[in-house]
């Protein structure tokens, strides 16, 4: 029997935790994954796409750490559906880390739609 997915609560309980790290593997999907509530795949040079288990109505806030010198994170998109997107920009264009680069990130997403403050 697997084991369900438990988001972790956060401030709020219209809020969901997803926290996760995989390793790049080269030009194939990545390996060493670690994290519930989602899966990974290489989709393109420089970029992973994230799939949840469960489709959240808003990103709140997504925190990506990429263990290599001189490459971030630079976009990290999200459509509503269970998609989430994070694309490694080295300045002149999406790039791939390293092969065995370990990719860490923290995603609070919201539970319903709610209306933003300002």
């Known amino acids: 029997m697997g084991l369900a997915p438990h988001p972790i609560e956060v401030h709020g309980p219209e809020q969901v935790l997803i926290v996760g790290s995989f390793v ?38 997504c925190v990506v750490r ?14 509503g559906a269970g998609t ?14 390293t092969d065995g680069t370990e990719i860490h990130f923290v995603a609070v997403f919201q539970k319903r739609t709610v209306f933003k403050q300002g």
């Open 24 to 61: 790049v593997n080269g030009t194939s999907d990545p390996d060493g994954v670690l994290g519930r509530g989602f899966s990974v795949s290489r989709s393109g040079a420089g970029e992973f796409t994230l799939t949840l288990d469960k489709a959240w109505p808003e990103l709140v806030s």
């Open 66 to 79: 990429v263990y290599e010198d001189g490459n971030d994170v630079d976009t990290i998109s999200y459509d």
């Open 84 to 97: 989430l997107v994070l694309t490694n920009d080295a300045g002149a264009g999406a790039v791939d880390p």
